[in-house]
């Protein structure tokens, strides 16, 4: 069965920190990453791995936001400090399955900054 469940949102302030989590079922994902959307825009890449095993990171959280992974638990992690205002969205973890040609989406983890 297919599956992505997040973890780890919440309601921090501004300049502190938060890693998400993203246990993967039913792979595998040629690729796997995070992305948010906050209220009236649109959803956004936050940071992913790539299929080449590289990592790609939005301009706005590069030096903040890292993504790692753990292959032996099938999860994928999203540590995120020094949060701003801006962060606050709802994440969604994300994988794409190459042989079928498919995208799979976590139900999505608030995350909430406050000033």
């Known amino acids: 069965q297919v599956q992505l469940v997040e973890s780890g949102g919440g309601l921090v302030q501004a300049g502190g920190s938060l890693r998400l989590s993203c246990v993967a079922s039913?792979?595998?994902?040629?690729?796997m990453g995070w992305y948010r959307q906050a209220p009236g825009k649109q959803r956004e890449l936050v940071a992913a791995?790539?299929?080449?095993?590289?990592?790609n990171y939005a301009d706005s959280v590069k030096g903040r936001f890292t993504i790692s992974r753990d292959s032996a638990k099938n999860t994928v992690y999203l540590q995120m400090n020094s949060l701003k205002p801006e962060d606050t969205a709802v994440y969604y973890c994300?994988?794409?399955?190459?042989?079928?040609?498919?995208?799979?989406w976590g139900q999505g983890t608030q995350v909430t900054v406050s000033s």
């Open positions: 039913g792979g595998p994902y040629n690729v």
């Open positions: 791995f790539t299929s080449a095993g590289t990592t």
């Open positions: 994300h994988g794409y399955r190459a042989l079928l040609r498919r995208d799979y």
